[in-house]
């Protein structure tokens, strides 16, 4: 019995629909999911993935198969039938790539928006504000005094400017140079990029780990504890935001794990906000040129559990009092530790629980 | 009598005796003849693709090892800024212009282009642009910011590196902008009377797609390397953010050329497939008017999809959602080629040479590029792997699975009208089988290399990427050598090779109407259309083309219904050539 041409496509359209859905979902090419966010791409990707697989073998399979079946055998010298067209064809294969690629948009938007690309938050702060066309120098001093209501001061460059004057953090910021350049006048305009989930838009993140990028390190500075470091540490579960800015040039902060990047643009202010799931040490890559040495150009990251994050604080705070103690010993003023951080205290909101600890 | 036959009965070269013989300085002068200037651009940007090449071998051979132990970072740098610049610039985009000046003229039975000196102009920026950027590595100070010269890196890098960097790209800038007015105004003006648009070749659409991208998109890159080149020597801050300037906006100007740059590197490859395609499978190409418009298509987003490069440089939400759709919604007209060709082939009788493999080639791995481009469109997967070994797959699939593969396509296929003689088909074929398996060596690994993790442009990684890039540095490697089959052959072809005749495939498109080589003014009396430009495989009987009527009224295919008018006015040509 002869098979029907129209049962052999539907068989083989079974059997492409089936290894595309099982390719799709087994293709190990991502590296481990370590954020909630990354779990929500690592869907679209492996959506992406099953229609490509489809797409591929089609056209591959039309091509390789023309290439055998209707290849000119020799002395064959006649023309190949007229079709020179097929309306139904020609719009059934146009609407169908137009639905697949406007399914792959709505999911994206959709997966854009649970990451946070919609945060009106976010949006409210994009435009420039007037920091970043005052004079330089006179721009910290506006954000500081007369925040106009609705613009959030420049946190990263107030945090810096801290850390620039704080003793205890003389050793990790090597001489003068960092965490920021001084004279940027533009920055505090936030590019926006990555902000809260829908479900946490407008409010802030609890935590906040300011990044500077500069050739070739990144710096971290987390405005709460005051600590700075070369070495991120961030807890499971916590939302933390990312405030970056540039020293130099244009660096990008780059986790793989998290499949989240934000270019570190100088003169502007940039964030990013995820959510740590999977506890393991990960790399921060540079993934924006930035000179010869761009390749060198990463940090450690670290997703732990709370109580390991709460510890690694200690430390940090710890090493810095002795820092302090030492600074303050050629401090003229001579501060005693609790004086010194008063300020800090006040201004950063500073869990009491972390300050007691700190205490002991 | 087949269509090819009566094509051929009705445009039949009066000229025998060794035509288009031309001396060998011709082609070390200022000529304005386009054939001469076709064969220069293409002789002088494959010379350039050689140079790219070896620099895209040495920066391989840097990445075999995870340490920085072949060449300084520095010159790393500079190595894969100059590929990239020498590639597109140098190569792909003057080879376009190349096949376009050589053919142009032939398929729309004129004489010559519109403005012959405008043309030689053009193609004489090019040699001292090339020769500028490579003597930047002489000088030793070679730009190294990379193609896309991002400041304020670009400016605190070397500054005669970038100073000549920018120079010799606004010169290539200039030419490709000189082409395009010729090939649009050629387009317009000079097709033989009777061969309206829809009568054009598919070539000829691209290429008046292609021109109309360039005219409207280069200025802007113009624009973008002037303020910078102010920023760079006179110190002002358009993009210095020291000063006020801001960074972003130079990605703005640059992307809103270098997005389109690849539809302009795409676009006529394009147009050669779909002439390569019907030719071989002996079949009419499938859908004409689909595939000519969405060139036209393809033009027209090209233009609005720019930011997609820019997914992470800090653009607002929602503007990367217009950029996402836009992207997105280019893959379908691009889509309706690929399945057109696909359908062209369905049934037909193919031919299974050189000029139809490297098609085929080109058809089965631009898909692969085309498909990850459409993942790049999304944005949130985007953020991923903006600027990571997975964004370098998908370029060189589309770039080197795409337009080089349409180059060699090309070459093989016209090789017999621009030499008169046929080339060797077993090395053509070697040739094939070593491009495919060096390309896909090459590229297919950076696609897990991008997604795991690997960002580019970078001469040290780690460790665990070795063995992937040792694969691929082998796969470049075995892409160096399949070049070497081609050069030898096209070279003994060009001076010994089996005489090819005037139409060795049966063509119906009117470069096949004259000699080969085609004489000094293509058609020695105007030719007319007897058929359409793809009806193969319908039988005419002889009474259907009156071919003593000074004006035919031919009857044919769907497009032939003609009456061929010679006028003077319009067939006019360009008297002061040399």
Redo the contacts between chains.
Sequence with gaps: MKIPSSIWTLLIGIVLTLVSLWYGQNHG???TAATDEAV??DG??NA?MIV?TG??LL??G??IY??FK????AG?N?????????VP??IL??AI??I???G??V???D??NE?G???PH??HE?PMNQE??AMPGSAMAATLSDTPPGTEPNLNQEKSDEAMEDPATAEVRNADQIPQ?R????VGSV?????GTPDKAGKPAELQVNVTGLQYAWIFTYPETGITTGEMHVPIGREVQINMTAN???H?F?V??F?????A????Q?EIRFTPKTAGDY?L????????????MRAPIVVEPEEAFDKWVQEQLVASKETLNQAVAVNPANLSPNEFLAPYIKDMGIKPEILHQVHH | M??AQVQETANAPALDDEPGIRKWQDYFSFNTDHKVIGIQYLVTTFIFYCIGGVMADLVRTELRTPE?DFV???V??SLFTLHATIMIFLWIVPAGAGFANFLIPLMIGAKDMAFPRLNAVAFWMIPPAGLLLIASLVVGDAP???W?S?P??SL??GQVGEGIWIMSVLLLGTSSILGAINFLVTLLKMRIPGMGVHQMPLFCWAMFATSALTLVSTPVLAAGLILLAFDLIAGTTFFN??G?????VYQHMFWFYSHPAVYIMILPFFGAISEIIPVH????????K?IAYSSLAISFLGLIVWAHHMF???????L??FF??TT??I??PT??K???W??T????????NSAMLFA?GF??TF??GG??G??L?????D??V???YFVVAHLHYVLFGGSVLGIYAAIYHWFPKITGRMVNEFWGKVHFALTIVGLNMTFLPM??LG???M????????PKFTFLNEICTYGAYILAVSTFPFIINAIWSWLYGEKAGNNPWRALTLEWMTTSPPAIENFDRTPVLATGP?????EKADEGVPLSDPNPILSG??NSVLRAEPDPAVAANPEDRK
């Design positions: 090419l991502l590296p929500l791409v679209l990707f992406m490509s797409i591929f056209v591959e039309i091509l023309s290439a209707y290849r000119r055998r064959d006649e023309d190949g039938p007229p079709v020179e067209g097929n064809l020609e294969w146009t790539p137009a697949i690629v406007i792959i948009s999911y994206s938007f997966v854009y990451i690309g919609f945060d976010a949006i994009a970043s066309m350049l004279n940027a006048p533009g590019a926006p990029t990555i902000g130099d040039v244009i990008a780059w793989p794990e499949r989240l990047k934000q270019d643009i100088p003169g502007r940039s790399t890559i540079c993934a924006e040129l930035c000179g010869p040495y761009h390749g060198a | 087949t269509q920085v300084t970072p520095e790393y740098n190294d910011a990379g896309t991002y304020p890196l605190v890098t953010p020291t006020g300037g801001d960074p972003v499978s002996r079949k009419p190409i499938f859908g004409y689909a992470t440089s800090g653009i607002p939400g929602w990367r959602m996402m759709i997105m919604i893959a379908v889509g309706i690929i399945f057109s696909l359908g082939m369905w049934g037909g009788k193919i031919q299974l085929m058809v089965g898909v692969i498909i990850s459409v993942m469109a999304a944005v949130p997967f953020i991923h903006h600027d990571t696609h897990k997604l795991m993790g960002n580019r442009r970078i001469a040290q990684y780690d793809y009806d193969y495989g319908l295919g769907p």
